[in-house]
DNA sequence: CAAAAAACATGACACTTGTCACCTTCATTC
DNA sequence: GAATGAAGGTGACAAGTGTCATGTTTTTTG
């Protein structure tokens, strides 16, 4: 009996998801968490032989749940499930020691079979990352990633500057290093590219 | 036996949605959609009793096929199911004569209970629609609209200003009182802003 | 250890943005 | 028919943005 536990903070999808599974011999869903921080909970207390885990969830995000089961040790198998196919979320969730990352466009009978070859030993990738650029990598160092996440709140430079103790030139010219390795005219658009790639 | 048609971009929740309402002795799934032309060609051919209809999906959107829809007078009854409980996505479905409005965070038991009453003539709506500001009316005229949707994609004043055959000053006039309607100090809180109340 | 990369800074320049006052035209509405 | 509001416009000003050259100081890494 394979034992299944759902992070997915959409509860109709999620309980969806653990009807299917269930009704499957060889599959029980013994926990559903509905964010990051509860998911972290229940692995490590129930113990499930795999997650399935989303990325974009309140509190904690699907990636960072990989990232601590795997700085604990835990022995649960990983597999992300999530809409974004992002070069950015992939290469975290490799490096977190996830088995499977696939999308949300998958159909839904590819599921249980995905999870029991997880089971096996295999890792499951979408067809879509497999191929696909996934090599690019984030080009921007961790200040101006932190920057450019206050620029997409809204924030000025001078703002900024005040808030993390810069110089507002300083600002300014991480700024501009940001546009230029995003091949970006402004801000707004460097937001967009960043995000699209999953490198926000 | 209420025969439904699902319109869901997503292959997963769409194929886990249409097993889950299989199951039930009264309900059937017709057809499934992945786009909103899809839907409204299968809606028109097959004729279902209700359709469920995701709101953000490619080609034309969940809310598009409901005003469409109305505009033929079509039988089928309309069922909304988004992941957004915003006030401008509500009141467009209701205009378009839409008979429910669920949010994907409901619990997937209630769905099938929801269609039946739907089908009895009742209208559904998510408790979170029901209170909750939804009395706020898109305060942006529609040349604003365009403007700001211009504005999300990273175009600049002049930019727009040649695209829309309008002069450098007028674009910035119409960007000016839009950061005064929606009380943003600068263009990117102006795009959250009208993103998260769907007045984009 | 030396080189490279990241972090932080200054000053200057041109351009873009946001604001304001004020003006016209046209369609809708009371 | 006067009032209102949407659409379009001008010109001017202050503030914000993006670029560049150039510099110092740590931290990382081959």
Same mark, same amino acid.
């Given at each position: ?5 759902? =992070? ?66 835990? =022995? ?75 620029? =997409? ?48």
């Amino acid at each position: 009996m394979i034992r299944i536990l759902i =992070a997915e903070d959409q509860r109709l999808l999620r309980g969806a998801l653990a009807s299917l599974l269930d009704m499957e011999e060889d599959m029980e869903v013994v926990g559903q968490a509905g964010d990051g921080q509860e998911a972290l909970d229940q692995i490590l207390s129930l113990q499930p032989d795999v997650c399935l885990l989303d990325i974009e969830m309140p509190v904690i995000t699907g990636l960072e749940v990989a990232e601590r089961l795997k700085a604990q040790m835990a =022995a649960c198998k990983i597999i992300i499930l999530t809409t974004f196919a992002r070069p950015g979320y992939f290469e975290r969730a490799v490096k977190a020691g996830a088995c499977g990352y696939l999308l949300k466009d998958e159909p839904s009978e590819k599921l249980a079979e995905a999870i029991r070859r997880v089971m096996a030993g295999h890792r499951e990738v979408s067809p879509e990352l497999v191929f696909g650029s996934f090599r690019q990598e984030n080009p921007l160092t961790a200040r101006e990633r932190d920057i450019l996440r206050l620029i =997409a709140e809204g924030r000025t430079a001078n703002e900024i500057a005040a808030t993390l103790h810069l110089s507002h030139g300083t600002v300014r010219n991480y700024i501009s290093e940001t546009l230029n390795k995003l091949s970006a005219k402004n801000r707004i658009e460097a937001i967009g590219i960043a995000e699209q790639k999953g490198w926000l």
